[in-house]
């Protein structure tokens, strides 16, 4: 048995002296390759912190983006048109593009940079907002003008996206229902509701996104101004589940189908109109603790919106107690519609408010009209006029002067 152990013992040294210089030789390879890799491999490039876009204390604004290798960068802004909104950016030698701007009112706005032709958004700033199909960087210039679009230190609402059965357009839709701070622990209390549409292009994501109306509701009802109300804001398409990306393919299919032929149709069809009055209202009064009646209840709209909240209300007159009709009026004037304002009229709603900008090409006429026979027939009504067109910046404007009248009178 020594005997055996010492052989072991020899055999294992042997096979170390040789396996040493074979572990030795691969580590130093190995290292050698190591450093070679390391001599060829470029040093990380560090990207310098990019803040943008800056507002500054005059309410000018610089915007930044670093892009070393691009040949041209244009910044491209919604508070200008035609060319004028394509401003040329200047680089500096580190490969950061800037410009400043402004100084700038207080509002919301949207931007983009063009890279070499192509649109991006500034990776420098995690604000985004869709239009349709546009996706655009934020910009929120704070000041008077702007303060009820700012989220504030105050009790906020609550945003659900809720889908729901539209027997009237046979399909599963989906709407947005803002509930006021305090709603679910005031088990008791009851809630007059406002009924707010989009216009064309628009979805159920639009006056959240772009009209930043759960800002304004929670400011104005925190500043004592606004009753607190239940919003709810449904999809205007009568063809459409839900805004991009949030409908079934299989839906999506039969409705390009269906809507081919007609059924359930489209906007002009009236089917949206029939399922916000048999479908949407239904539901939310069986599902949500609001006040039932005329009184309690409002309906609002912008452009396609705003045209929608006509025919609601001239077809359902003692339905809803207070209208809001935005960049939208009256364009086909014919005795079948004044006598539905008679009878509306009759049915003595207790505020019709209109809202138009004095350049808007598509709706100042007919908003006059419109203003024109509520005078006529002796409505209780506003006409406001703001500068500016067919614009956000008018209808968060409108939203936010209509809310503090309703449920007041």
Not at 33 to 47: E, K, L, S
Not at 203 to 212: I, K, M, N, P, V
Not at 320 to 326: E, K
Request: charged fraction near 20%; include cysteine.
């Amino acid at each position: 048995m020594g005997k055996n152990r010492k052989l072991i013992s020899l055999v294992g040294s042997t096979i170390m002296m040789v396996l040493f210089p074979i572990v030795g030789s691969c580590q130093e390879a190995s290292s050698r390759q190591t450093q070679n890799i390391a001599a060829i491999r470029p040093a990380a490039q560090t990207v310098p912190r990019i803040i943008s876009p800056e507002i500054l204390s005059d309410n000018k604004v610089t915007f930044r983006l670093f892009a070393p290798k691009a040949d041209s960068v244009k910044l491209v802004c919604d508070w200008m048109s035609g060319t004028q909104a394509r401003i040329n950016m200047a680089k500096n030698d580190s490969g950061l593009w800037s410009t400043t701007l402004g100084p700038l009112s207080p509002e919301v706005y949207g931007y983009t940079f063009n890279l070499d032709g192509v649109t991006v958004l500034d990776p420098s700033n995690p604000l985004i907002k869709r239009d349709v199909r546009n996706n655009t960087s934020i910009l929120l210039v704070s000041g008077k003008e702007s303060d009820l679009y700012s989220v504030k230190d105050v009790p906020h609402g609550t945003l659900s996206k809720v889908w729901y059965e539209s027997p009237t357009l046979k399909l599963t839709r989906r709407m947005y229902i803002y509930t006021p701070a305090g709603y679910e622990n005031s088990k008791e209390t009851k809630y007059p509701v406002l009924y707010l549409l989009h216009g064309a292009g628009g979805d159920e994501d639009a006056w959240t996104q772009l009209g930043r109306a759960p800002d304004i509701l929670d400011n104005l009802i925190a500043l004592g101004k606004a009753k607190p109300m239940i919003v709810v804001m449904t999809n205007g398409n009568a063809s459409q589940v839900a805004e991009m990306g949030y409908s079934p393919i299989l839906a999506i299919q039969t409705i390009r189908t269906t809507a081919a032929s007609g059924t359930p149709g489209g906007n002009a069809s009236g089917r949206f109109e029939g399922s916000l009055v048999n479908d949407v209202v239904p539901y939310i009064e069986s599902h949500y603790r609001v006040l039932k009646d005329k009184n309690n209840r409002a309906i609002a709209g912008l452009s396609m919106g705003g045209g929608q909240t006509q025919r609601i209300t001239l077809s359902n007159p003692d339905m809803f107690a207070y209208i809001g009709v935005f960049s939208m009026g009256v364009r086909n004037l014919n005795d079948e519609m004044e006598n539905q304002f008679k009878v509306l009229k009759f049915n003595n709603p207790k505020l019709y408010w209109v809202g138009c900008g004095v350049t808007d090409p598509i709706a100042y006429q007919g908003s006059q009209t419109l203003a024109a026979l509520l005078k006529k027939y002796g409505f209780n009504y506003i006409f406001r006029e703001t500068p500016g067109g067919h614009t956000w910046a008018n209808w968060r404007i409108y939203l936010s002067e209509l809310a503090p009248l309703l449920f007041t009178y």
